[in-house]
Protein backbone atom coordinates (compact mmCIF):
# COMPACT_ATOMS: atom_id res chain seq x y z
CA UNK A 1 0.00 0.00 0.00
CA UNK A 2 2.75 2.36 0.94
CA UNK A 3 4.60 1.74 -2.53
CA UNK A 4 1.59 2.62 -4.22
CA UNK A 5 1.00 5.29 -2.74
CA UNK A 6 4.44 6.37 -3.11
CA UNK A 7 4.25 5.21 -6.87
CA UNK A 8 0.95 7.31 -7.15
CA UNK A 9 2.73 10.08 -5.40
CA UNK A 10 5.79 10.18 -8.07
CA UNK A 11 3.35 10.05 -11.03
CA UNK A 12 0.80 12.87 -10.31
CA UNK A 13 4.10 14.66 -9.73
CA UNK A 14 5.27 14.11 -12.92
CA UNK A 15 2.40 14.35 -14.65
CA UNK A 16 1.71 17.71 -12.76
CA UNK A 17 5.18 18.56 -14.09
CA UNK A 18 4.59 18.25 -17.70
CA UNK A 19 1.36 19.49 -17.44
CA UNK A 20 2.87 22.78 -16.24
CA UNK A 21 5.69 22.82 -19.06
CA UNK A 22 3.12 21.98 -21.60
CA UNK A 23 0.34 24.16 -20.94
CA UNK A 24 1.70 26.53 -19.33
CA UNK A 25 -1.67 29.13 -19.61
CA UNK A 26 -3.74 26.86 -18.00
CA UNK A 27 -5.81 28.13 -14.92
CA UNK A 28 -5.68 26.49 -11.17
CA UNK A 29 -8.47 24.63 -11.52
CA UNK A 30 -7.96 23.21 -15.56
CA UNK A 31 -4.67 21.84 -14.06
CA UNK A 32 -6.19 20.35 -10.98
CA UNK A 33 -9.09 18.43 -13.17
CA UNK A 34 -6.01 17.27 -16.11
CA UNK A 35 -3.98 16.06 -13.30
CA UNK A 36 -6.32 13.75 -12.01
CA UNK A 37 -7.50 12.50 -15.48
CA UNK A 38 -3.85 12.11 -16.09
CA UNK A 39 -2.81 9.94 -13.36
CA UNK A 40 -5.20 7.30 -14.10
CA UNK A 41 -4.18 7.44 -17.33
CA UNK A 42 -1.06 7.37 -17.36
CA UNK A 43 -0.71 3.92 -14.88
CA UNK A 44 -3.13 3.08 -17.66
CA UNK A 45 -1.11 3.67 -20.85
CA UNK A 46 2.53 2.75 -19.04
CA UNK A 47 1.72 -0.82 -19.98
CA UNK A 48 0.40 -0.19 -23.29
CA UNK A 49 2.54 2.47 -24.91
CA UNK A 50 5.45 4.64 -23.44
CA UNK A 51 3.84 7.33 -23.95
CA UNK A 52 3.29 10.09 -20.37
CA UNK A 53 1.33 12.65 -22.04
CA UNK A 54 -2.47 12.25 -23.40
CA UNK A 55 -3.06 14.70 -26.37
CA UNK A 56 -5.47 17.84 -25.23
CA UNK A 57 -8.56 15.78 -26.88
CA UNK A 58 -7.92 12.83 -25.32
CA UNK A 59 -7.82 14.65 -21.85
CA UNK A 60 -10.77 16.70 -22.80
CA UNK A 61 -12.77 13.24 -23.80
CA UNK A 62 -12.05 11.61 -20.28
CA UNK A 63 -12.31 14.63 -18.47
CA UNK A 64 -15.45 14.17 -15.78
CA UNK A 65 -17.55 17.41 -15.64
CA UNK A 66 -17.34 19.33 -12.45
CA UNK A 67 -20.68 19.96 -12.64
CA UNK A 68 -22.28 16.03 -12.96
CA UNK A 69 -18.99 14.23 -12.88
CA UNK A 70 -19.68 12.70 -16.33
CA UNK A 71 -17.24 12.47 -18.74
CA UNK A 72 -17.55 12.22 -22.67
CA UNK A 73 -15.53 8.74 -22.58
CA UNK A 74 -18.72 7.79 -20.10
CA UNK A 75 -21.15 7.64 -23.19
CA UNK A 76 -19.22 7.00 -26.72
CA UNK A 77 -16.34 4.66 -27.59
CA UNK A 78 -13.16 5.57 -28.97
CA UNK A 79 -12.13 2.23 -29.28
CA UNK A 80 -10.48 1.49 -26.18
CA UNK A 81 -13.15 1.81 -23.36
CA UNK A 82 -15.74 0.02 -24.78
CA UNK A 83 -15.88 -1.99 -21.36
CA UNK A 84 -17.71 0.92 -20.56
CA UNK A 85 -21.50 0.45 -20.05
CA UNK A 86 -22.96 2.98 -22.13
CA UNK A 87 -20.90 3.14 -24.85
CA UNK A 88 -22.74 0.47 -26.56
CA UNK A 89 -25.97 2.70 -27.00
CA UNK A 90 -24.31 5.94 -28.55
CA UNK A 91 -22.29 6.37 -31.00
CA UNK A 92 -18.62 5.98 -31.91
CA UNK A 93 -16.58 9.49 -32.04
CA UNK A 94 -13.61 8.04 -34.82
CA UNK A 95 -13.68 10.62 -37.82
CA UNK A 96 -16.55 12.72 -36.34
CA UNK A 97 -15.05 16.18 -37.64
CA UNK A 98 -15.35 14.68 -41.24
CA UNK A 99 -18.75 13.25 -41.46
CA UNK A 100 -20.94 15.23 -43.93
CA UNK A 101 -23.78 15.22 -41.69
CA UNK A 102 -23.85 14.98 -37.36
CA UNK A 103 -26.61 14.98 -34.58
CA UNK A 104 -29.10 13.44 -36.78
CA UNK A 105 -28.56 16.38 -39.17
CA UNK A 106 -29.08 19.17 -37.15
CA UNK A 107 -25.06 20.06 -38.63
CA UNK A 108 -24.00 19.76 -41.71
CA UNK A 109 -20.86 20.63 -44.17
CA UNK A 110 -18.44 22.99 -42.13
CA UNK A 111 -21.42 23.31 -39.41
CA UNK A 112 -19.92 19.39 -38.00
CA UNK A 113 -15.72 20.62 -37.75
CA UNK A 114 -17.48 24.01 -36.16
CA UNK A 115 -19.60 22.15 -33.45
CA UNK A 116 -16.80 19.40 -32.86
CA UNK A 117 -19.08 17.05 -34.77
CA UNK A 118 -21.54 17.86 -32.55
CA UNK A 119 -20.17 17.63 -29.47
CA UNK A 120 -20.95 21.29 -28.33
CA UNK A 121 -24.37 20.06 -27.92
CA UNK A 122 -23.19 17.04 -25.59
CA UNK A 123 -20.77 19.43 -23.64
CA UNK A 124 -24.17 21.82 -22.91
CA UNK A 125 -26.40 19.47 -22.40
CA UNK A 126 -24.79 16.55 -20.99
CA UNK A 127 -21.69 17.74 -19.13
CA UNK A 128 -23.78 20.71 -17.94
CA UNK A 129 -20.78 23.03 -18.67
CA UNK A 130 -21.24 26.72 -18.24
CA UNK A 131 -19.97 28.07 -21.08
CA UNK A 132 -19.84 27.13 -24.32
CA UNK A 133 -16.44 24.98 -25.54
CA UNK A 134 -13.76 27.09 -26.81
CA UNK A 135 -11.80 27.10 -29.98
CA UNK A 136 -9.20 25.51 -28.96
CA UNK A 137 -11.48 22.37 -27.36
CA UNK A 138 -13.15 22.20 -30.70
CA UNK A 139 -9.88 21.91 -32.35
CA UNK A 140 -8.36 19.31 -30.00
CA UNK A 141 -11.40 17.53 -30.08
CA UNK A 142 -11.49 17.45 -33.63
CA UNK A 143 -7.87 16.16 -33.66
CA UNK A 144 -8.39 13.37 -31.55
CA UNK A 145 -11.50 12.26 -33.52
CA UNK A 146 -8.82 12.94 -36.57
CA UNK A 147 -6.27 10.63 -35.07
CA UNK A 148 -8.41 7.70 -34.37
CA UNK A 149 -9.93 7.88 -38.15
CA UNK A 150 -9.88 4.47 -40.64
CA UNK A 151 -11.02 3.39 -43.93
CA UNK A 152 -14.42 2.19 -42.18
CA UNK A 153 -15.01 5.11 -40.30
CA UNK A 154 -18.39 6.09 -41.22
CA UNK A 155 -19.17 9.71 -43.21
CA UNK A 156 -23.02 9.84 -41.27
CA UNK A 157 -24.02 8.05 -38.17
CA UNK A 158 -27.86 6.93 -39.17
CA UNK A 159 -30.18 6.03 -36.46
CA UNK A 160 -34.17 6.68 -35.78
CA UNK A 161 -34.96 9.06 -33.21
CA UNK A 162 -38.34 10.17 -32.01
CA UNK A 163 -36.26 13.32 -30.03
CA UNK A 164 -34.39 14.93 -32.80
CA UNK A 165 -34.54 17.73 -34.48
CA UNK A 166 -37.57 18.30 -31.99
CA UNK A 167 -39.73 16.44 -29.63
CA UNK A 168 -42.13 14.24 -31.72
CA UNK A 169 -44.94 14.43 -29.22
CA UNK A 170 -48.06 12.26 -31.48
CA UNK A 171 -45.04 9.43 -31.78
CA UNK A 172 -44.47 9.59 -28.29
CA UNK A 173 -48.12 8.98 -27.77
CA UNK A 174 -48.15 6.00 -29.85
CA UNK A 175 -44.95 4.21 -28.54
CA UNK A 176 -46.54 5.08 -24.85
CA UNK A 177 -49.58 3.22 -25.54
CA UNK A 178 -47.24 0.07 -26.88
CA UNK A 179 -45.36 -0.43 -24.00
CA UNK A 180 -48.31 -0.09 -21.65
CA UNK A 181 -49.78 -3.09 -23.68
CA UNK A 182 -46.74 -5.00 -22.93
CA UNK A 183 -46.00 -7.29 -19.81
CA UNK A 184 -42.75 -6.34 -18.59
CA UNK A 185 -40.74 -9.10 -17.21
CA UNK A 186 -39.20 -7.25 -14.54
CA UNK A 187 -35.85 -9.83 -13.65
CA UNK A 188 -34.67 -9.26 -17.37
CA UNK A 189 -35.67 -5.49 -16.32
CA UNK A 190 -33.15 -5.44 -13.78
CA UNK A 191 -30.37 -6.47 -16.40
CA UNK A 192 -31.26 -4.05 -18.70
CA UNK A 193 -31.63 -1.27 -16.17
CA UNK A 194 -28.07 -2.04 -14.78
CA UNK A 195 -26.57 -2.07 -17.96
CA UNK A 196 -28.28 0.94 -19.61
CA UNK A 197 -29.35 3.45 -16.88
CA UNK A 198 -27.52 2.08 -13.75
CA UNK A 199 -24.51 3.80 -14.34
CA UNK A 200 -26.41 6.92 -13.10
CA UNK A 201 -29.28 5.85 -11.28
CA UNK A 202 -27.86 2.73 -9.87
CA UNK A 203 -26.58 2.45 -6.07
CA UNK A 204 -22.97 2.90 -7.15
CA UNK A 205 -23.23 5.68 -9.16
CA UNK A 206 -20.69 8.63 -9.14
CA UNK A 207 -22.66 10.62 -11.25
CA UNK A 208 -24.30 14.00 -9.32
CA UNK A 209 -27.70 15.69 -9.64
CA UNK A 210 -29.27 12.01 -9.96
CA UNK A 211 -33.15 11.56 -9.35
CA UNK A 212 -34.38 8.76 -7.49
CA UNK A 213 -35.81 6.07 -8.45
CA UNK A 214 -36.58 3.59 -6.12
CA UNK A 215 -37.72 5.94 -3.28
CA UNK A 216 -41.04 8.32 -3.65
CA UNK A 217 -40.77 7.79 -6.95
CA UNK A 218 -43.77 9.25 -8.70
CA UNK A 219 -43.75 8.58 -12.39
CA UNK A 220 -44.77 5.08 -14.15
CA UNK A 221 -44.85 3.46 -17.75
CA UNK A 222 -45.31 6.69 -19.43
CA UNK A 223 -43.34 8.91 -17.95
CA UNK A 224 -40.53 6.32 -17.92
CA UNK A 225 -40.89 5.77 -21.51
CA UNK A 226 -41.16 9.68 -21.84
CA UNK A 227 -37.49 9.83 -20.57
CA UNK A 228 -36.33 7.08 -22.21
CA UNK A 229 -36.75 7.82 -25.82
CA UNK A 230 -37.11 12.14 -25.44
CA UNK A 231 -34.07 12.10 -22.89
CA UNK A 232 -34.31 15.23 -20.01
CA UNK A 233 -31.61 17.53 -18.81
CA UNK A 234 -28.44 15.35 -18.53
CA UNK A 235 -30.39 12.30 -19.36
CA UNK A 236 -29.61 10.75 -22.98
CA UNK A 237 -32.49 9.65 -25.14
CA UNK A 238 -32.07 5.98 -26.39
CA UNK A 239 -33.06 4.99 -29.63
CA UNK A 240 -35.02 2.49 -30.89
CA UNK A 241 -31.89 0.14 -32.06
CA UNK A 242 -30.53 0.19 -28.60
CA UNK A 243 -33.96 -0.03 -26.17
CA UNK A 244 -36.61 -2.11 -27.99
CA UNK A 245 -40.25 -1.12 -26.68
CA UNK A 246 -40.29 -4.78 -24.68
CA UNK A 247 -37.36 -3.34 -23.07
CA UNK A 248 -38.74 -0.50 -21.59
CA UNK A 249 -41.57 -2.41 -20.59
CA UNK A 250 -39.00 -4.80 -18.86
CA UNK A 251 -37.12 -1.59 -17.36
CA UNK A 252 -40.53 -0.27 -16.02
CA UNK A 253 -41.76 -3.79 -14.13
CA UNK A 254 -38.38 -3.57 -12.54
CA UNK A 255 -38.79 0.02 -11.13
CA UNK A 256 -42.40 -0.38 -10.19
CA UNK A 257 -41.35 -3.73 -8.37
CA UNK A 258 -38.68 -1.92 -6.54
CA UNK A 259 -41.11 0.90 -5.79
CA UNK A 260 -43.89 -1.63 -4.45
CA UNK A 261 -46.71 -0.66 -7.25
C1 LIG B 1 -24.75 11.17 -21.30
C2 LIG B 1 -24.20 10.66 -22.53
C3 LIG B 1 -23.38 11.58 -23.41
C4 LIG B 1 -22.27 12.31 -23.05
C5 LIG B 1 -21.65 12.45 -21.67
C6 LIG B 1 -21.78 12.92 -24.27
N1 LIG B 1 -22.55 12.56 -25.32
FE1 LIG B 1 -22.18 12.90 -27.26
N2 LIG B 1 -23.98 12.12 -27.79
C7 LIG B 1 -24.86 11.52 -26.90
C8 LIG B 1 -26.07 11.18 -27.63
C9 LIG B 1 -27.32 10.54 -27.00
C10 LIG B 1 -25.87 11.56 -28.97
C11 LIG B 1 -26.84 11.38 -30.16
C12 LIG B 1 -27.08 9.91 -30.43
C13 LIG B 1 -25.87 9.13 -30.85
O1 LIG B 1 -24.94 9.71 -31.43
O2 LIG B 1 -25.83 7.92 -30.57
C14 LIG B 1 -24.52 12.12 -29.02
C15 LIG B 1 -23.91 12.59 -30.19
C16 LIG B 1 -22.56 12.91 -30.28
C17 LIG B 1 -21.84 13.13 -31.50
C18 LIG B 1 -22.48 13.14 -32.89
C19 LIG B 1 -22.51 11.81 -33.54
C20 LIG B 1 -23.02 11.96 -34.97
O3 LIG B 1 -22.22 11.82 -35.89
O4 LIG B 1 -24.18 12.27 -35.15
C21 LIG B 1 -20.53 13.40 -31.17
C22 LIG B 1 -19.36 13.66 -32.10
C23 LIG B 1 -20.45 13.38 -29.73
N3 LIG B 1 -21.69 13.09 -29.22
C24 LIG B 1 -19.29 13.64 -29.00
C25 LIG B 1 -19.29 13.88 -27.62
C26 LIG B 1 -18.20 14.46 -26.88
C27 LIG B 1 -16.86 14.87 -27.44
C28 LIG B 1 -18.61 14.55 -25.58
C29 LIG B 1 -17.90 15.22 -24.42
C30 LIG B 1 -17.74 16.65 -24.55
C31 LIG B 1 -19.94 13.95 -25.51
N4 LIG B 1 -20.34 13.61 -26.76
C32 LIG B 1 -20.65 13.74 -24.35
C33 LIG B 1 -24.62 11.26 -25.58
C34 LIG B 1 -23.57 11.77 -24.84
C1 LIG C 1 -26.11 9.87 -18.07
C2 LIG C 1 -26.94 9.70 -16.88
C3 LIG C 1 -28.29 9.04 -17.04
C4 LIG C 1 -28.59 7.83 -17.62
C5 LIG C 1 -27.63 6.86 -18.32
C6 LIG C 1 -29.99 7.62 -17.41
N1 LIG C 1 -30.54 8.68 -16.76
FE1 LIG C 1 -32.48 8.89 -16.18
N2 LIG C 1 -32.08 10.76 -15.49
C7 LIG C 1 -30.85 11.36 -15.47
C8 LIG C 1 -30.99 12.73 -14.99
C9 LIG C 1 -29.88 13.74 -14.82
C10 LIG C 1 -32.36 12.92 -14.73
C11 LIG C 1 -33.03 14.21 -14.24
C12 LIG C 1 -33.36 15.06 -15.43
C13 LIG C 1 -33.79 16.45 -15.04
O1 LIG C 1 -34.79 16.57 -14.32
O2 LIG C 1 -33.10 17.40 -15.44
C14 LIG C 1 -33.02 11.65 -15.04
C15 LIG C 1 -34.38 11.42 -14.88
C16 LIG C 1 -35.01 10.21 -15.08
C17 LIG C 1 -36.41 9.94 -14.84
C18 LIG C 1 -37.42 10.93 -14.24
C19 LIG C 1 -37.35 10.82 -12.75
C20 LIG C 1 -38.37 11.63 -12.03
O3 LIG C 1 -38.49 11.46 -10.80
O4 LIG C 1 -39.06 12.42 -12.67
C21 LIG C 1 -36.64 8.64 -15.18
C22 LIG C 1 -37.96 7.90 -15.10
C23 LIG C 1 -35.39 8.11 -15.68
N3 LIG C 1 -34.43 9.08 -15.59
C24 LIG C 1 -35.22 6.81 -16.14
C25 LIG C 1 -34.05 6.35 -16.72
C26 LIG C 1 -33.95 5.05 -17.35
C27 LIG C 1 -35.06 4.01 -17.41
C28 LIG C 1 -32.68 4.97 -17.85
C29 LIG C 1 -32.07 3.84 -18.63
C30 LIG C 1 -32.76 3.41 -19.83
C31 LIG C 1 -31.99 6.21 -17.50
N4 LIG C 1 -32.86 7.01 -16.84
C32 LIG C 1 -30.67 6.48 -17.84
C33 LIG C 1 -29.66 10.79 -15.87
C34 LIG C 1 -29.52 9.58 -16.51
Redesign the pocket.
Known sequence: MKKLNQRLFVLSCSALLILCYVNSGCNKDEKQKQVTENKTDSIKSENLTNSSVDSPGKQ??Y?K?NQNN???????SDGTNTGKG?TK???G?AG??K?V????G??TGEE?AKN????????E???K?KTP?TEEQIKS?NDF?SSLATNNS?S??K?E?IS?PVKDKAKLKTEQNAVMKLTGDASKGETTFNNACGF?HGQNSTIKKIPDLFDEFEGNVKSITYNVRF?DG??????NS?LSEQDIADISAYIMKKNGK
Open positions: LFMSIACADCHLYFSIADRSAYHRFVAGGATVCWSYLMMLYPEVYTLCGAMPFFKV
